[in-house]
């Protein structure tokens, strides 16, 4: 049996919050592995179709088939629905020149697949397949649309059907952002911009798609920079109407510079219904959040002057971070997904992480996840039941690489009798000496432990009565949860 490394974090909980763990009634106690013939499978996208099954991309690495690209359809309990394909896979009729990276659900349950053809220069290519994985021959030319001189990054469909596409054109050796909108039966949709294309120019020697957004009649494209010989990075927001005009109104005419992350090359996007602009972005130890007015001005109510920090701290994987995505979730707080890479014995490893804030910017303490994390490649969906589904590969060094899924649910009836404090610390915020007031008899000790948020055990030892003082000078700076005898606590180290 392929053994899978796992790896275990407990961010901090408190009683009557959003305590998520691993869900019993998806695939083996909450874990979905899925091997196909001994091969080397990769993960590439998923979404949550209308019946609540789910679709993945992967792609086979052996070469051991004409047909690299594969569909697995899984049942909601996370079994794989042996209706479609065979035995819940299907092959899709694409070579070795076909990049795809990307699955869109339009209204009818028909399904977009998107990416790139040829090696360089690549070009879009687009397929519409049928719920049962069948080319739907209604769609462009057989099935198929493609478009030379044209990046795909990212994908979007309105809900009146149209589909909108951006990415990247170089145009006498600049880089330029083009966006494009097809009909529901791909055709380019003259109405918008010239002939159903935008192209906007922003001065770089680096140039990515991060996210497109539609909110409130108008489409976000996030776009990240890099200048100066990559050194510098900028994050780029253009608002356009639904027929492709620039919003004249909107930053500099039309493009917001949000001079946010001129060292950073990772930040997420999303909107909020009052149609405010929320970016998660990495620094150097952790990450901020910083807000926008519908205007692009900057939202100075949001937490100071505009930018809400936190006292996370990731500078122990010395590989870095990164920010994957910002979620809005039904409970109207911000859902922060990001990964964590570092050395695993000399290879690299990675492991996700995820934070949750109020709209106010505010860290919510009362939300926590159990993660066994084990992923490359990885992406998270939000379900609609409002669980958590983390899916990615497991690594490469592992023998084969297999498709990985874990679903997380929130324990609406979690309590956890450790959480009630039943003991007092001082001074909090603490620099030096932190005291635990805690009637202790005379002859006993209790042992006690202080972890970090990401459950990381950073200092153990007993207590007596002659001793009520820890020494945590020498630990970094932010929060820690210490545990006493079952008992748990929050301190902040300054």
């Known amino acids: 049996m392929k053994k899978i490394l796992l790896f275990f974090s407990l961010l901090p909980f408190m009683l009557f919050g959003q305590h998520y763990v691993l869900d019993n009634s998806f695939g083996n106690n909450g874990i979905v592995i899925t091997d196909k013939n001994n091969d080397d499978n990769t993960f590439k996208s998923l979404i949550e179709l209308n ?11 052996s070469y051991s088939t004409n047909n690299p690209y594969q569909l697995l359809k899984y049942m909601p309990s996370g079994d794989l629905d042996i209706n479609f394909g065979v035995n819940g896979f299907f092959e899709l009729p694409y070579n070795q020149d076909i990049f795809i990276n990307d699955i869109l659900l339009q209204n009818d349950e028909k399904i977009l697949l998107l990416g790139n053809k040829d090696i360089y220069p690549l070009n879009l290519f687009l397929n519409r397949v049928l719920s049962n994985g069948e080319i739907d021959l209604t769609f462009g030319n ?49 109405t918008f911009g010239e002939n159903g294309i935008v192209t906007t120019y922003l001065n770089g020697i680096f140039f990515n798609t991060k996210n497109i957004l539609v909110s409130n009649n108008n489409i976000y494209i996030h776009f990240q920079i890099g200048l100066h010989n990559l050194m510098e990075y900028n994050d780029y927001i253009v608002k356009y109407s639904l027929t492709g005009e ?69 500078s122990n994987y010395i590989y870095g ?59 998270l969906i939000l379900q609609e039941n409002n669980n958590i589904l983390i899916v990615g590969e497991s690594f490469w060094f592992e ?39 805690q009637n202790i008899s005379s002859n ?18 007993k207590l007596d009565v002659s001793n009520s003082k820890i020494d945590i000078s020498s630990i970094n700076n932010g929060i820690y949860f210490i545990k006493v005898n079952n008992q748990s606590s929050k301190f902040v180290k300054k």
């Open 51 to 61: 019946d609540n099954k789910l679709l993945a991309l992967t792609y086979d690495y």
């Open 142 to 190: 057989n099935g198929f649309v493609e478009m030379p001189g044209f990046v795909y990054k990212k994908g979007i469909i309105q809900d009146d059907g149209k589909i909108i596409l951006t990415g990247i054109s170089k145009i006498n050796d600049e880089y330029y952002g083009k966006t494009l909108k097809l009909l529901p039966n791909g055709e380019l949709d003259v």
């Open 246 to 314: 620039l919003d004249l109104n909107f930053g500099s005419n039309g493009i917001l510079n949000t001079h946010a992350s001129d060292e950073n090359f990772s930040s997420a996007l999303n909107i909020k219904e009052n149609g405010k602009l929320i970016l998660a972005i990495k620094n150097e130890v952790s990450y901020f959040l910083t807000q926008f007015e519908p205007s692009g001005n900057l939202d100075v109510s949001f937490g100071t002057n505009g930018i809400a920090t936190n006292d996370y701290d990731f």
């Open 321 to 379: 971070h990164g920010i994957n995505k910002i979620i809005i979730t039904n409970d109207d707080k911000l859902l922060i997904y990001g990964s964590l890479s570092y050395d695993l014995n000399g290879e690299d490893a990675f492991k996700p992480f995820l934070t949750n804030h109020y709209l106010n910017g505010e860290v919510n303490f009362d939300f926590s996840i159990v993660e066994e994390s084990f992923f490359a490649n990885m992406d």
């Open 399 to 437: 023998e084969f690489q297999d498709i990985v899924l874990t679903r997380y649910t929130d324990n609406i009836l979690y309590t956890n009798e450790h959480s009630l404090q039943k003991f007092n610390i001082y001074p909090n915020p603490v620099t030096n000496f932190l005291t635990i007031d």
């Open 444 to 461: 006993v000790f209790l042992k006690y432990s202080i972890n970090d948020i990401l459950g990381k055990t950073i200092l153990e030892g």
